[in-house]
Nanobody, 118 residues
Framework: QVQLVESGGGLVQPGGSLRLSCAASGSIFSIAAMGWYRQAPGKQREFVASFTEGGSINYADSVKGRFAISRDNAKNTVYLQMNSLKAEDTAVYYC????????????WGQGTQVTVSS
């Protein structure tokens, strides 16, 4: 059983910052990739940032220069530092991981709400 648990969401004013965390736990053999997606009300889930299986980092154009993804492999945790937040960043942020645990599959967290509003 593998679980991804996000934390760190909340309400922040435009221009502010938040740091999201996602910890993977359970019977994990290895983590091939981890990243973040988000879903705003009435919109489809969209890619935000990720560590790829090859170790490179990708960002959506909309967050480049403002968001930074990082990880602590010893803790099976990935972070998303979000700076210069805008109202359009308001969404539920989901962590995802390509994890080997018996088999190899994508896992998703339950999501954490980020609201950017004055």
């Amino acid at each position: 059983q593998v679980q991804l648990v996000e934390s760190g969401g909340g309400l922040v004013q435009p221009g502010g910052s938040l740091r999201l965390s996602c910890a993977a736990s359970g019977s994990i053999f290895s983590i091939a990739a981890m990243g973040w997606y988000r879903q705003a009300p009435g919109k489809q889930r969209e890619f935000v940032a990720s560590f790829t299986e090859g170790g490179s980092i990708n960002y959506a154009d909309s967050v480049k220069g403002r968001f930074a993804i990082s990880r602590d492999n010893a803790k099976n945790t990935v972070y998303l530092q979000m700076n210069s937040l805008k109202a359009e960043d308001t969404a539920v942020y989901y962590c995802t991981g390509l994890i080997v645990s018996g088999g190899r599959r994508n896992y998703w967290g339950q999501g954490t709400q980020v609201t950017v509003s004055s």
